[in-house]
T-cell receptor
Framework: SAVISQKPSRDICQRGTSLTIQCQVD?????MFWYRQQPGQSLTLIAT?????????ESGFVIDKFPISRPNLTFSTLTVSNMSPEDSSIYLC????????????FGPGTRLTVL | AQSVTQLGSHVSVSEGALVLLRCNYS??????LFWYVQYPNQGLQLLLK??????LVKGINGFEAEFKKSETSFHLTKPSAHMSDAAEYFC????????????FGTGTKLQVIP
């Protein structure tokens, strides 16, 4: 299984600012995923990030609000731009398994509170 | 389109009692099914997965789940609840294919009463 770390683990931010979340994997992976988990709710896929190409965003999420970088096969960043209190969520990155590609492994998450 | 429905957003059991968390899926093709657990202030951990090899799947921490095609169900069980099982549990489905998007259920919070 992949070991995934995220930075920061939590943050409290002011409205109108931006936060960049980092995701580091201990092995090279083709696809990385970013999810949002709003308080008391399930996970919603924001986008899929492939190395060397533009991220693919799900319905309801746009690049201007959630720009993603994927500079190499072990690292990705998600930026939450021009934040509002509605962006207060847990943001998780995940990767597919290597032994079985239908499996996904998750990072510990970044807990974001926007005031 | 694939989907999963988890019945009961909150489940309470006594320590030592049977744990049963319900999950029903909807899929036009044979699915892959998963149960994840999220402990307080932590990320998601894979409990077990159904990959069509066997209908009864055993996972970590004494949990198991049975795939029942006739009932489109994949309920999670554990014979005897432990205090450390208190967490939120998510059922998830993925359809094999080029995109392989995972769809999560709404989650069930398990409370274990001493």
């Amino acid at each position: 299984s992949a070991v995934i770390s995220q930075k920061p683990s939590r943050d409290i931010c002011q409205r109108g600012t931006s936060l960049t979340i980092q995701c580091q994997v201990d092995s090279q992976v083709t696809m990385m995923f970013w999810y949002r988990q709003q308080p008391g709710q399930s996970l919603t896929l924001i986008a899929t990030a492939n190395q060397g190409s533009e991220a693919t965003y799900e319905s309801g999420f746009v690049i201007d609000k959630f720009p993603i970088s994927r500079p190499n096969l072990t690292f990705s960043t998600l930026t939450v731009s021009n934040m509002s209190p509605e962006d207060s969520s847990i943001y998780l990155c995940s990767v597919k398994g290597t032994a079985w590609i239908n499996e996904q492994f998750f990072g510990p998450g970044t807990r974001l509170t926007v005031l | 389109a694939q989907s999963v429905t988890q019945l009961g957003s909150h489940v309470s059991v006594s320590e030592g009692a049977l744990v049963l968390l319900r999950c029903n899926y909807s899929s036009s093709v044979p699915p892959y099914l998963f149960w994840y657990v999220q402990y307080p202030n932590q990320g998601l951990q894979l409990l077990l997965k159904y990959t069509s090899a066997a209908t009864l799947v055993k996972g970590i921490n004494g949990f198991e789940a049975e795939f029942k095609k006739s009932e489109t169900s994949f309920h999670l069980t554990k014979p005897s609840a432990h205090m450390s099982d208190a967490a939120e549990y998510f059922c998830a489905v993925i359809i094999s294919g080029g995109y392989q998007k995972v769809t999560f259920g709404t989650g069930t919070k398990l409370q274990v009463i001493p």
